[in-house]
């Protein structure tokens, strides 16, 4: 293993941002369209784990979970693998977050924002564009816009630096993203200059991971390349039948039948879903 891990595995990227205000503040700070003013000057950690108000009602976990002194919450998630599911469930803690700010007597309008900041290790959508941000808008007239959601997905997969002076701590925390992992050994000269970028790097230095840490992150990095490799064959595999129906259908069957193996391992539901894209309800149900 090399000097570095890769940040965007489940325990480095907690560890990043689930540990450090500073780095989570100019994290969302860069990758957030804040107006002018209106940026992060302080936060708070808050319970990754949503808890419902009733046993009958689902529980939900997230990577990182925090609210500004103005009350705006903010949840991040690192996302390895794209589904369909995965933009319901972004939709589904973000409405969760929003309404668990209500009590008895509680006045609407003190309800303060909920942005939800999604990095995807995949691609999602159509087109070339790697930043997708989602508000609730009149069909007809998009400037018309209800406030009190801003939903977020940055595909990491078609990220390329935009040089611009007002984007350019975007273009380094996306670019520590992208271009540090096992394989690195130097870093460029603008990672080393960055007081946060700098930090950043030395918390996803190997040698600052105890030997059961280490474990648990190889047990994930081969989760993933298990998964990929399984899936490009299957993909592989449709595209010569030309059947893209088949295609889906394939990759689907054999994230399942993953997933059921790494069950039998003895791996966790949410390890697996933040691994391979399924559901944790649907992990569950194997």
């Not at 007597?105 to 995807?120: M, Q």
Request: charged share 30%.
């Amino acid at each position: 293993m090399g000097k570095y891990l890769d940040p965007r595995f489940d325990l480095t990227f907690k560890n990043v941002f689930g540990r450090h205000k500073d780095l989570v503040t100019s994290f969302l700070n860069a990758l957030i369209p804040f107006k002018e003013g209106e940026e992060i000057k302080e936060l708070e950690y808050l319970q990754p784990e949503m808890l419902p108000d009733t046993p009958l009602r689902k529980n939900t976990i997230v990577d990182v979970r925090c609210k500004d002194r103005n009350g705006r919450q903010f949840i991040v998630e690192m996302q390895m693998y794209w589904t369909s599911e995965f933009k319901q469930r972004v939709l589904f803690n973000a409405s969760k977050a929003y309404v668990s700010q209500a009590t008895k007597g509680f006045d609407y309008n003190k309800l303060a924002p909920i942005y939800s900041l999604n990095l995807v290790n995949d691609n999602a959508f159509d087109g070339r564009k790697f930043y997708h941000q989602f508000q609730v808008a009149e069909k007809d007239h998009p400037d018309n816009v209800i406030e009190g959601f801003e939903l977020i997905f940055i595909e990491l997969t078609k990220f390329k630096p935009q040089n611009k002076s007002d984007k350019k701590m975007m273009d380094l925390w996306l670019r520590f993203l992208t271009e540090v992992n096992e394989s690195t050994t130097d870093v460029p000269q603008e990672f080393l200059d960055s007081p946060e970028i700098s930090k950043a790097l030395k918390i996803v230095e190997h040698g600052a991971y105890t030997e059961e840490q280490l474990y648990a992150y190889d047990r994930f990095y081969d989760i993933i390349a298990t998964e990929h490799t399984l899936i490009s064959g299957t993909f592989r595999s449709g595209v010569e039948k030309g059947r893209a129906e088949g295609e889906a259908i394939g990759v689907r069957e054999e994230k399942l039948r993953n997933a059921k193996n790494f069950k039998r391992l003895g791996i966790d539901a949410e390890t697996i879903s933040k691994a391979i894209g399924l559901s944790i309800e649907e992990i569950e149900k194997l």
